[in-house]
T-cell receptor
Framework: GENVEQHPSTLSVQEGDSAVIKCTYSDSASNYFPWYKQELGKGPQLIIDIRSNVGEKKDQRIAVTLNKTAKHFSLHITETQPEDSAVYFCAASKGGKLTGGGNKLTFGTGTQLKVEL | GAVVSQHPSWVICKSGTSVKIECRSLDFQATTMFWYRQFPKQSLMLMATSNEGSKATYEQGVEKDKFLINHASLTLSTLTVTSAHPEDSSFYIC???????????FGEGSRLTVL
């Protein structure tokens, strides 16, 4: 089955700096890669996603890049703010939006991001 | 946006009792819902896939007789933890697959503590 590794497990940055979280996956058939933000005691919230036919996607301060050949994808947060502090999870699946496949996600191990003032 | 509601948000029970957690898609229909378990400071682990009108599909290592799943309608799936023990204490999270758009929406989670 799919295996997703995520690094680093903790990341501390100064407010205004950039943060980068990296994930690798094992199953070359995976084609959908979402990123989730989870605040303490809450469910995960989708912040950005990318499909395998795209190499990069950006939404304001958040961007995701995908390297299919190397089977890794990264989350980039620019101009970090204290409210960005949370646990971030990457995930991979063979199904994605509108493609069926059940969206059976395999999650990475999570990154605790702390944005310091 | 689409909302998935879980109830209860937290529950404390005695060892040996059963606990039911509900997952509802409030403004959309979902033929498929997923149940995850998350231990403190760990990732989400998929327990089972809940399919409306049919039996759930359980992941390897998850006891189907202990974690009963019922998906009786297009907006409701329930997870019942039977004969709960302290090691079942965890954060249980559901997600629902929008029947039309294929988007996946997560609930806010249910914290189970077994004494």
């Amino acid at each position: 089955g799919e295996n997703v590794e995520q690094h680093p497990s903790t990341l501390s940055v100064q407010e205004g700096d950039s943060a980068v979280i990296k994930c690798t996956y094992s199953d070359s058939a995976s084609n959908y890669f979402p990123w989730y933000k989870q605040e303490l005691g809450k469910g995960p919230q989708l912040i950005i996603d990318i499909r395998s036919n795209v190499g990069e996607k950006k939404d304001q301060r958040i961007a995701v890049t995908l390297n299919k050949t190397a089977k890794h994808f990264s989350l980039h947060i620019t101009e970090t703010q204290p409210e960005d502090s949370a646990v971030y999870f990457c995930a991979a699946s063979k199904g994605g939006k509108l493609t069926g496949g059940g969206n059976k996600l395999t999650f990475g191990t999570g990154t605790q991001l702390k944005v310091e003032l | 946006g689409a909302v998935v509601s879980q109830h209860p948000s937290w529950v404390i029970c005695k060892s040996g009792t059963s606990v039911k957690i509900e997952c509802r898609s409030l403004d959309f229909q979902a033929t498929t819902m997923f149940w995850y378990r998350q231990f403190p400071k760990q990732s989400l682990m998929l327990m089972a896939t809940s399919n409306e009108g049919s039996k759930a599909t359980y992941e390897q290592g998850v006891e189907k007789d202990k974690f009963l799943i019922n998906h009786a309608s297009l907006t409701l799936s329930t997870l019942t933890v039977t004969s709960a023990h302290p090691e079942d204490s965890s954060f249980y999270i559901c997600s629902a697959l929008h029947i039309n758009t294929g988007e996946l929406f997560f609930g806010e989670g249910s914290r189970l503590t077994v004494l």
